[in-house]
């Protein structure tokens, strides 16, 4: 731990928070974002078409022409907005990049802020929704390892589980990767995700391992873009009952020396439950948990597996 830890900050479209920044004067409040996840983040809150001058209230935009590059124009004036939102985004962008986000959540359907199948319109007036928001596409193609996500896609708990998820992990390589740092450090940072990544892709835990093995061979720079890009790539591949169940044995391995046949057996039985979709992760988690503390097995207590996110979130209540 360090004193100047990059806090987990979120950039987020700014009507989630309450802000009555909408064309007509209103807000999308989020209560989920609001109250619960915003105890353990910081907001960054924008709001482009504000920012970049429309006013409140506002005449309504809308995406026109063709999906991969359309205009954003006033739906009854038809003035188009678009080069100002497209050189607004650059700056505001260039600005992002001095707080060092670990994510960004994005208001849905929005011609501006909308993450995906936002409507675009032909000129003759039909949409097809296969839009992406102005700015919204100008952030991610700026900072494509950011974790983004939109708020309607995280009231599906497997999304919100592993938005958050990549939004912790993606802190812990800021704070890694944003000061000097050795190859000790390195070493030190994947053996601690080992679990992590295996619940996701044995094939990219496997090719980081060779980054690190090879890390004197490479830059600072060239290091830190390949282990990163590699890291969150793996943690975007969706984990499964059954990559869990596999982690959760082997976690067993480390114990099987230490636990007698009974308490052995108790947790074979649970990790099968949870197998069998009878209970949710937190459960055979909070058993195995226990052994590694009453037993300070090292090698497993500092595995972020066993916390990636705060508990308070409830994640692994539901997966
Ligand atoms: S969707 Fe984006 S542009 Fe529209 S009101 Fe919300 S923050 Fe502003």
Redesign the pocket.
């Known amino acids: 731990m360090f004193n100047d830890e990059i806090p987990i900050r979120i950039g987020i479209?700014?009507?989630l928070l309450g802000e009555k920044?909408?064309f007509d004067a209103g807000h999308?409040k989020d209560l989920y974002l609001t109250n619960i996840l915003g105890k353990y983040v910081e907001w960054i809150p924008?709001?482009?078409?504000?920012e970049v001058g429309m006013g409140v209230p506002r005449e309504a935009i809308r995406l026109v022409g063709k999906a991969n590059n359309p205009n954003l124009v006033g739906t009854k004036s038809g003035r188009d907005w678009t080069d100002e939102m497209k050189k607004f985004s650059q700056m505001r962008n260039k600005q992002l990049a001095e707080m060092n986000l670990s994510g960004f959540i994005f208001?849905k359907d929005?011609p501006?802020?909308g993450m995906e199948r936002v409507r675009v319109y032909s000129q003759s007036g039909s949409p097809s929704k296969e839009g992406i928001g102005i700015f919204a596409r100008s952030f991610i193609e700026q900072f494509p390892l950011i974790p983004v996500e939109e708020e309607g896609r995280l009231n599906d708990i497997k999304i919100r589980e592993n938005f958050i998820e990549r939004v912790f992990a993606y802190n812990r390589l800021l704070n890694l990767f944003s000061r000097k740092f050795s190859r000790g450090e390195l070493v030190r940072f994947h053996t601690y995700e080992k679990l992590q990544l295996l619940s996701h892709s044995e094939k990219h835990y496997r090719e980081l391992g060779n980054i690190v093995a090879k890390a004197k061979f490479y830059g600072t720079s060239e290091l830190r873009e390949r282990y990163s890009k590699i890291f969150m790539e793996a943690l975007k591949i969706k984990t499964t009952t059954k990559k869990n169940a596999n982690v959760l044995f082997h976690i067993l391995g480390y114990l099987k020396n230490i636990l007698d046949k009974f308490e052995k057996d108790a947790i074979v039985k649970i990790i099968n439950d949870y197998q069998n979709e009878l209970v949710p992760l937190i459960v055979p988690l909070t058993l195995i948990r226990h052994y590694i503390e009453k037993h300070n097995i090292e090698y497993i207590k500092f595995q972020t597996y066993l916390n990636p996110h705060p508990k308070e979130l409830m994640l692994r209540n539901h997966v």
């Open positions: 479209s700014s009507c920044v909408r999308k924008v709001c482009p078409e504000v208001k929005s501006t802020c």
